[in-house]
């Protein structure tokens, strides 16, 4: 049988296997190296191309979910914030609460690392084959409400209710503006038992009432973000103002510890 010099690289694109394709002569050279016999230099070759798959799929996914920031749990400071518990988040890292459809309260004051574990969580889960959308709820309720003046509200609950999890960042920042407590119970009863949602925010939830700024809505929203949910409270310094500090730009107030 005669083979053309350039049909195993057509053959492998008419495959889409364009990892073993482009790097076959490293690959080959690799597992002749290794002495691989056949099934082992074929295993190893389609190794290579699953491997170069799962990379490209994070690596989207990763751009899809708008990250403001990379952030990791291993760069993670625990000793800076010793309310929050090491073994807990590499619970949460396991993403099993979002396979479930889960809800996760991060809240306590700003600079505490709220959102560094927000996006950490939201790569774990990524790596973990899960879609995640990432968003300010300044941003999200934005949306929302033109979205709703333009008569395409569903278009954008069907939008935030796509991704398996939905982070919605600095909840309590600013007060609510008018409607948008409705518009956002839509879309939590959109995503409820169907898709987990991560939220931060600086306001304990006993205060949301005051944040949405409508106490029925508020219950209604907590009744279905509660009922599988949970909540870490961190409490500490913030981060940037222990570094001023530290630099000596601020000095910490008399009588606090």
């Known amino acids: 049988m005669n083979f053309e010099p350039d049909e195993l690289d057509e053959l492998l694109t008419r495959l889409r296997l364009p990892g073993i394709r482009d790097q076959l002569d490293t690959l080959l050279d690799e597992a002749s190296r290794q002495d691989l016999n056949l099934r082992e230099a074929i295993t190893f070759l389609f190794k290579a191309e699953v491997q170069r798959k799962e990379q490209r799929r994070i690596t989207m996914a990763m751009r899809i979910a708008h990250f403001p920031a990379v952030r990791t749990l291993e760069t993670f400071n ?11 988040i590499r619970e949460l890292a396991t993403s099993r609460w979002v396979a479930n459809g889960d ?49 395409k509200l569903e278009d954008k609950l069907r939008f935030y209710g796509k991704p398996k999890l939905l982070i919605i960042d600095e909840l309590g920042y600013l007060p609510f503006a008018q409607n948008a407590a409705h518009l956002f119970f839509q879309l939590v009863s959109r995503r409820y038992e169907r898709g987990a949602v991560l939220v931060t925010s600086n306001r304990a939830i006993s205060e949301w009432g005051g944040v949405l700024g409508d106490a029925v809505v508020a219950t209604a929203v907590l009744d279905r973000l509660l009922h599988h949910s949970h909540v870490l409270t961190i409490r500490g310094d913030s981060y940037r103002l222990r570094q001023k500090r530290q630099s000596g730009l601020i000095r910490k107030q008399e009588g606090t510890s």
């Open 78 to 88: 625990y000793e800076a914030q010793p309310s929050v518990d090491p073994k807990y």
């Open 103 to 151: 809800t996760v309260f991060l809240q306590g004051p700003p600079g505490v690392g709220k959102t560094h574990l927000a996006i950490a969580l939201g790569r774990e889960a990524i790596n973990q084959g899960y879609s995640v959308l990432f968003t300010l709820a300044t941003s999200l309720l934005a949306d929302l409400t033109k979205a709703h003046d333009e008569g």
